[in-house]
């Protein structure tokens, strides 16, 4: 797609600068702001009209200036185009081309939808300064979120990624509140206004619109040097939250200093600005943002308090820091062209964050973790017809909501790594560094590209990057490769892979450059480093007797099927397959018995083989497929016991050996093994594991002993208490979430919560989502529980259906919420007429900001059903053979 093709703004007028003053913040009742913004600009050919993004702001008045102060013109006439978020100033005199300085006064909303420059609301753990905006029993702060095209609803600007330009801001706030903002604090002045101060910010670096960030509140932080030094000293690093809070932002703080080091090293461009912030926001529709200089978290992303939070989330915390931090470099200092590029922003960052996590924290296995849970959830959406390519073509930047995904974050990081395996590490990164070092600040051309990247690496591997790789980033899905077993060899063929297993010949031309990876012989050598660059081949010496696998550690992006007896035998030789080989051998078991390739006899026979595995990412998946299983087979009561009564006996024994007791320095992932044992027994109906789980819920609801479930018990605990409890068991988790100041305990108390088999609970439940008294950042993690919830999930359905008007006011101020809500509240069902009825339901209503999650909905139900409906008599015959029935 060239730029001809995209809807963009008029190209008559170019940004060099903005200065954006606010004031008069009104903190309560309308908060609305005034504001006055003046941009330095090049007129590149004559007008009488300048075009600008704008949403939700009111401008009062537009002036032309020349650079010299001398008023050329006033607008005449002021007008918004509310659909393509625009604001039209018409002007009497023509424009010539030159320098100007365009000032335009306007107001503004800090609104609620956690988008645009916004307010968050929160319970004060320690009493806040005076001045603390504070309403309706809560206290408020200010931050903002513009990506990906929501600066404009914070001032008016070009709001494109590649019109880049500086920025100096200012603002006016209580004396008693902290203001950040991506530079340093250059001054601070008192107010003509009584109580107020004005903060001033250094200029920034050239940078786009959406990468400007600015917050206000009653904030304190914890702070640390960098170990190396910049320009001759070492740069702060800050982690800021609301006053309270401090001590839980150190495990971030230790995170983020030795981040910013490490990436300048491995990018060989020192971090390029004064200071490194991170800031902990109280509502945040996504994880993080990656802001320059000031990066916005979620709190769960950035808050860990030791001792009370579950060991999970200082796992996210690292990830998540480090992939904020890699975008300083991967983003800010180099910037995609355009929105259809956002790969190269997200599967980089993605990437190169658990790159940064391997090298701190060597001992939590983190590529195995990457191959669990990255690669697996793009393999599934990736799955689907509703995929789309990494590099998809994007006409209109206010679509780009919805392919902040699987595919750009996980798709994209998941062939990078493949690729990074490819040339070996260190020649990859020699080749993102001279990427970097060429397209800094937009140097070479305006913004860079996927090709940009492809040059810099085929130049220090001497290898043709763009050849092998551009399917990969250009086309939609991934291959399947087929084996076929012959003596003395094995014959290969890829084809596209589909979850419908149905591929028509049209969507499978396709020939995907597959690095093959094999492992052969008991030493499991890789003793073929070969690539399949057609649709078929043949590879000798490898067999029906000797050991082999393909795709070793799940390097490589794509299915491998392998004939059954080959599947049994590779079940047989665990002890010589790595953690990563036995991660992909189940998942692409799973994966082929849904397409019909494989077989579900095949994958739970598969299974049995793991019933003595210690590791928990090797558990995590198989407790995934076997999740899956249970949900598409759940109507049919003969084979939801049966498989109900397989996953006890396959979790059993580590159950059984792992227990209920921590013990001190106990490993991060025996930690997590124990709690995900307990977790599956409890819900797979192990009368032990639900007694005792039962005994410490009480214990610790009734007061008796607040200890008594671990903090890394908390989400099992609550999940059996409440599937196997009734009323008492759920008021008391919903009280738990009300009350809670556990930076987890909300998240874990709500998808504990929607674990009720109750219809009338269920009601409750979704009531209690849909009112104000969750955060609306939470209410897609309350449709996520539900929707894995096979008893109830049709209430859910119901309820939606039954409270549109609600759920739709409620959704439809933050789009990226209402699109996660729609996608994971829907995608479980394994029934034809409940597509149909979704289908129907949705017709003739404004689905624009989740047209695609509907899409996928539709995919994945059709998939479900279509499996359900060809293998529901095998599997309830492979059970009842083997005793489960």
């Known amino acids: 797609m060239t730029s001809m093709d995209r809807c963009i703004l008029p190209d008559v007028v170019k940004p060099v600068n903005y200065h954006v003053s606010l004031f008069d913040l009104e903190l309560g009742g309308s908060w609305v702001y005034k504001g006055i913004v003046k941009i330095d600009a090049q007129v590149t050919s004559s007008t009488k009209e300048i075009v600008l993004n704008s949403k939700e702001i009111k401008v009062q008045n537009a002036e032309i200036f020349g650079r010299d102060g001398t008023k050329l013109s006033k607008a005449s006439d002021i007008t918004y185009d509310k659909k393509s978020e625009r604001v039209i100033f018409k002007f009497q005199e023509e424009v010539s081309p030159s320098d100007i300085v365009l000032s335009i006064t306007f107001t503004g909303t800090m ?24 309403e309706d029993g809560f206290h408020y702060m200010l931050s903002t979120q513009f990506e990906s095209c929501d600066a404009r609803r914070a001032f008016p600007c070009f709001d494109e990624p590649n019109l880049k330009a500086t920025f100096d801001f200012e603002i006016e706030v209580p004396k008693g509140q902290t203001a950040l903002s991506n530079m340093p604090v250059k001054s601070e002045r008192e107010s003509s206004n009584p109580g107020l101060k004005v903060v001033s910010f250094e ?68 971090y390029p600005l004064p200071k490194a912030d991170l800031l902990a926001v109280h509502e945040f529709a996504m994880g993080a943002m990656e802001n320059w200089g000031l990066v916005t978290y979620r709190t769960t992303a950035v808050l860990f308090d030791e001792g009370r939070s579950d060991a999970r989330y200082k796992n996210r915390i690292a990830y998540v820091v480090a992939h904020e931090l890699a975008h300083q470099w991967f983003g800010n200092l180099v910037t995609m062209d355009w929105w259809n590029e956002l790969w190269l922003n997200e599967g980089f960052a993605t990437w190169v964050g658990w790159l940064a996590v391997d090298r701190f924290y060597p001992e939590w296995n983190i590529w195995s973790q990457f191959v669990a849970e990255g690669v697996q959830q793009a393999f599934q959406l990736d799955s689907l017809r509703a995929s789309h390519p990494i590099e998809v073509p994007v006409k209109n930047a206010l679509e780009v909501d919805q392919i902040f995904d699987h595919i750009s974050y996980l798709k994209g990081s998941s062939v990078i790594r493949m690729l990074s395996n490819h040339l070996g590490q260190e020649t990859f990164l020699r080749g993102v560094a001279m990427y970097l070092k060429a397209h800094a600040y937009g140097k070479l051309s305006s913004n860079a590209t996927t090709n940009d990247l492809w040059s810099a690496l085929s130049k220090v591997s001497n290898q043709d990057i763009n050849s092998f790789m551009d399917p990969w980033i250009r086309k939609i899905g991934f291959p399947v490769v087929n084996i076929k077993e012959e003596s003395g060899q094995i014959s290969i063929r890829q084809s596209r892979f589909l979850s419908t297993g149905d591929v028509k010949p049209e969507e499978d031309e396709t020939t995907w450059w597959i690095p093959l990876g094999i492992k052969s012989c008991s030493k499991t050598e890789a003793i073929n480093s070969r690539a399949l660059v057609s649709k078929a081949d043949t590879i000798q010496g490898v067999g029906q007797d000797s050991f082999y696998k393909i795709n070793t550690d799940l390097s490589g992006f794509y299915r491998t099927n392998y004939p059954a007896d080959r599947l049994s035998k590779l079940g047989q030789s665990l002890e010589l397959l790595s953690t990563e080989d036995k991660i992909g051998l189940i998942g692409d078991a799973a994966a082929l018995a849904m397409s019909g390739e494989g077989s579900t006899a095949a994958l739970l026979a598969l299974l049995e083989g793991f019933k003595m595995e210690k590791n928990y990412l090797v558990w995590s998946q198989i407790a995934s497929s076997v999740a899956s299983l249970r949900s598409v087979f759940a109507q049919n009561e003969l084979v939801a016991t049966g498989l109900k009564r397989f996953a006890l006996e396959l979790v059993s024994s580590v159950t059984e050996q792992f227990g209920w007791e921590f013990k001190p320095d106990e490993d991060y992932l025996t930690v997590q093994l124990r709690k995900l044992s307990i977790g599956m027994a409890g819900l797979a109906g192990d009368e032990k594991t639900i007694t005792e789980a039962k005994r410490r819920f009480k214990l610790w609801a009734n007061g008796k002993d607040m200890s008594a479930i671990h903090t890394n018990l908390r989400s099992a605990v609550f999940g059996i208490a409440i599937s196997e409890g009734g009323r008492d068991e759920y008021e008391s988790v919903k009280e738990e979430y009300l009350q809670t100041d556990s930076v987890d305990g909300k998240e874990i108390s709500l998808a504990a919560l929607g674990r009720t088999t109750d219809s009338e609970l269920v009601k409750d439940y979704l009531d209690f989502v849909f009112s104000d008294k969750v955060a609306i950042q939470d209410v897609h993690s309350g449709a996520v529980s539900l929707a894995a919830n096979s008893k109830v999930r049709h209430l859910l359905w119901e309820y939606m259906k039954n409270n549109w008007m609600a759920v739709e006011t409620r959704l439809s101020a933050n789009n990226v919420v209402f699109e996660r809500f729609v996608r994971m509240g829907l995608s479980k069902f394994a029934d034809y007429q409940i597509a149909s009825d979704i289908s129907s339901f949705f017709q003739g209503k404004d689905t624009s900001a989740y047209d695609r999650a509907l899409v996928i909905v539709s995919d994945n139900i059709h998939t479900n059903a279509r499996y359900k409906e060809r293998d529901e008599k095998q599997v309830l015959e492979w059970l009842q053979t083997r005793k489960y029935v």
């Open 203 to 270: 200029r920034t670096p050239v940078m786009s619109t959406y990468l400007l960030a600015w917050a206000v509140g009653d904030f304190e932080y914890v702070e640390a040097m960098t170990e190396r030094k910049y320009k001759g000293q070492s740069i702060p690093v800050r982690v800021y939250t609301t006053k309270g809070l401090k001590e839980q932002a150190r495990f971030a703080l230790e995170c983020a200093h030795r981040t910013v080091d490490y990436f300048s090293e491995v990018f060989e461009i020192e």
């Open 111 to 134: 609104n609620s939808a956690m988008a645009g420059f916004y307010r968050s609301k929160y319970k004060s753990v320690v009493e806040p300064a005076g001045d603390t905006p504070n």
